[in-house]
């Protein structure tokens, strides 16, 4: 037996007190006036044995109660198989607050069975110690210890969070809070339902200073249905055309599934698109068609009906769809080729304007979808870095060599991308004898690519030089296999390179309207600065938009479901970087407000880590623990659960029965002064 308070053994010396008082008290006399002495001697003796033997029990009871009492106040324990921790304690508590605990166990959802098992802890330390109670939102507030009253207060005040945290993650900060106090004994608790996908812990690196303690949760069912992705088949969705949107979703229960209903909420309306049939583990790809009728941000969700896990039953997309193509083109005198002109100027969905090389407004390119380049003889460098940047940032840049050319110059120029050279002119006739119809620039634009399309023809050239590390990809094609036009991605935009000047005494190409408009179109709207359809809450953290006036004092807000707040805000060139640092809360549409003028909105989904409810089995947490620096505690019973951190923290306690015996000792004595009469 040890105790944890053995400082207290120090108030035995007490136990003078009954000794000193049976010697001083009982030993007195007392005169007895009797008349008859016949019998005397033998009442005397008697009657002095009987008084001894009790004021003997009567002492042993009062120094036992005594040491019995001091026992109590100085922690008796037997030893467990740990070392016992004696003195101020530092505890964390982390509750896993993510959208998997939200299921069902037998009687409770898991978060509220978390935070009862969490007040026991609390409740099983005492009220000198010190605790950190910690969830997913990884707040300021939760870098700290707190006395025992605050901490069951905010262990009332956990809720679901889409956020989801990897144990090493959660261990890192439970770490660094125990530590901002002077205390010698720490411990950890870990309550969660220890879902795969977060368990990166590797015993080997747990601080053994730490006593760190699973305490896993378990649901009753294992089965749950998410949209897990959705994206647009094409890489830029068009006005009035059925855009083709791509939905995956999966089943991660153990049964197959053959009713899983499909809608698409957008307009206003909820269409129904049928009903899905997912393998138990596997996964399928729908498609739905999406007929954008409105320009500029459109907004839509695809949904499920699934329960328990609801979080993962709807992904929310925004769009943007323009209603004219913004194109410039810069020539060496700003007069455009006739036929580019007619192109242009002819049909509503283009914007154009015209510039030679001397009079551009550089701070006004990233405006425009699309630049045309055309009979420029020398390419200037000032022009070249500027064009370089415009592409890399998202824009999309069409060139057309001059017959003419200075090819050292444009060789400069094209190597800034880089994209392959240019060589001398070659005056060959060469016809066209191939489309690229699987890229996105001639995909969809003829019905019937065997009827009689009348393919360009040039009566000269500057061939296009090939190298693997450039990563051409062929959009015409001549009957020699050379490039005619070739597309490079650079940066987040395309270059497009023509093989062949502009001129119509040598490319016929603009002559040929069922090829050159869609393809200019399509150029147009395949911008490089398209965001993706949806945002993933916690992981994207910095989005961007296209900067609106030309004062950085402009504020941005974003405005949506879970509140209006002000992210941080970065301009870079014609673009506006926007720092969220976890102020999403909620999944949805949220709009980007300039002002009172909505510019622009993005989609955000919850974290679908949380979908897949596979959890290690009690083979794999005992594997886990079994190099004995890592805990093991059931959460089945509150009971169980306190008697496990109480003898794990302080041995077997005896202090409660020697209270008992003090009680009885002293019950004792009562009874001997009261009922033993001499």
């Given amino acids: 037996m040890q105790f944890l308070y053995p400082s207290f053994l120090w108030a035995l010396a007490a136990l003078a007190i009954p000794i000193i008082i049976h010697l001083f008290y009982f030993r007195r006399f ?4 009797f008349s008859n002495v016949k019998f005397l001697q033998e009442v005397k003796e008697e009657t002095s ?21 001091v026992f109590v106040f100085a922690q008796p324990f037997l030893p467990s198989a740990k070392e016992v921790l004696k003195g101020r304690k530092a505890v964390s508590l982390y509750l896993d607050n993510s959208f998997s605990m939200g299921a069902e166990s037998d009687s409770a959802p898991l978060l509220q069975i978390a935070k009862d098992r969490a007040r026991d802890v609390v409740n099983a330390y005492g009220v000198e110690d010190r605790f950190q109670i910690l969830d997913n939102r990884f707040t300021g507030r939760n870098q700290r210890l707190v006395g025992q009253e605050e901490a069951l207060n905010l262990i009332e005040e956990v809720r679901l969070t889409p956020e989801s945290r990897t144990l090493t993650s959660v261990m890192g900060r439970q770490e660094s809070a125990l530590r901002t106090e002077s205390i010698d004994n720490r411990i950890a608790y870990l309550i969660s339902d220890f879902q795969e996908n977060i368990v990166d812990i590797d015993p080997a690196t747990v601080d053994t200073n ?3 303690n699973l305490v896993p949760l378990r649901a009753v069912r294992e089965r749950n249905v998410s949209i897990d992705s959705v994206w647009f088949e094409a890489p830029v969705p068009q006005l009035n055309q059925n855009n083709l949107l791509l939905v995956r979703v999966k089943n991660y229960g153990a049964e197959d599934l053959d009713n899983v209903r499909l809608s698409l909420s957008y307009g206003g309306q909820n269409k129904p698109e049928g009903t899905l049939t997912i393998p138990a583990g596997d996964y399928v790809v729908d498609s739905v068609y999406l007929n954008i009728s409105q320009p500029g941000i459109g907004r839509a969700a695809l949904r499920i009906t699934d329960f328990p896990v609801q979080f993962d039953d709807v992904y929310h997309i925004t769009f943007r769809t323009a209603d004219r193509v913004r194109v ?11 036929n580019l002109r007619a192109a242009l100027g002819g049909l509503s969905v283009f914007a154009a304007d015209y510039v030679n090389a001397r009079n551009i407004d550089y701070g006004a390119l990233g405006n425009y979808d699309l630049v045309v380049i055309t009979d420029l003889v020398q390419v200037a460098s000032g022009l070249a870095e500027q064009l370089r940047q415009y592409v890399a940032n998202g824009g999309n840049l069409l060139v057309f060599p001059s017959r003419n050319a200075d090819l050292a110059s444009y060789r400069t120029f094209l190597q800034r991308f880089p994209a392959d050279e240019l060589r001398e002119f070659d005056p060959a006739p060469r016809e066209v004898s191939a489309i690229n119809t699987n890229e996105f620039i001639f995909r ?16 000269g ?16 094609t001549y009957r020699d296999g050379s490039t005619a036009l070739g597309k490079y991605r650079v940066g987040k935009g395309n270059l497009y390179l023509n093989a062949a000047p502009l001129d119509n005494e040598l490319n016929d190409l603009a002559l ?11 150029m147009g709207i395949s911008s490089g600065r398209r965001r993706p359809a ?9 989005i961007e938009t296209n900067r609106r006036g030309a004062t950085s004092e402009l504020v941005y807000k974003l405005r949506g479901p879970g509140g209006e707040f002000i992210p941080g805000q970065r301009i870079v060139e014609q673009r506006v970087l926007l720092s969220l640092d976890n102020q999403v809360p909620e999944a949805g549409v949220y709009e980007l407000v300039l002002g009172e003028e909505v510019v622009d909105a993005f989609a955000f989904n919850y974290d679908r880590r949380e979908s897949d409810l596979t959890y290690l089995n009690e083979a794999s947490l005992e594997e886990l623990t079994g190099a004995g620096t890592l805990g093991l505690l059931s959460a089945d019973n509150q009971a169980s659960l306190i008697g496990e951190i109480r003898e794990s923290n302080e041995g077997t306690p005896l202090w409660r029965y020697f209270l008992w015996a003090a009680l009885a000792f002293f019950l004792v004595e009562v009874l001997l002064l009261r009922f033993w009469k001499v």
């Fill in 512 to 522: 040929n309207a069922e090829i050159f408009i869609p393809m200019l179109y399509k």
């Fill in 210 to 212: 730490i006593r760190t």
């Fill in 49 to 69: 044995m009987r008084s001894r033997l009790r004021n003997l029990l009567v002492l042993m009871a009062r120094c036992l109660a005594i040491i019995a009492l």
């Fill in 444 to 459: 969809d634009v003829f019905r019937n690519r065997n009827a009689n399309l009348r393919l360009p023809t040039t009566q």
């Fill in 534 to 542: 949806a945002y993933t809450i916690g992981q994207n953290e910095v």
């Fill in 461 to 476: 050239n500057f061939p296009i030089g090939r190298l693997g590390s450039r990563r051409q990809e062929s959009l015409l």
């Fill in 328 to 338: 410039l083109n810069i020539d060496d005198d700003g007069q455009a080729n006739r």
């Fill in 30 to 33: 007392k005169k007895v006036y």
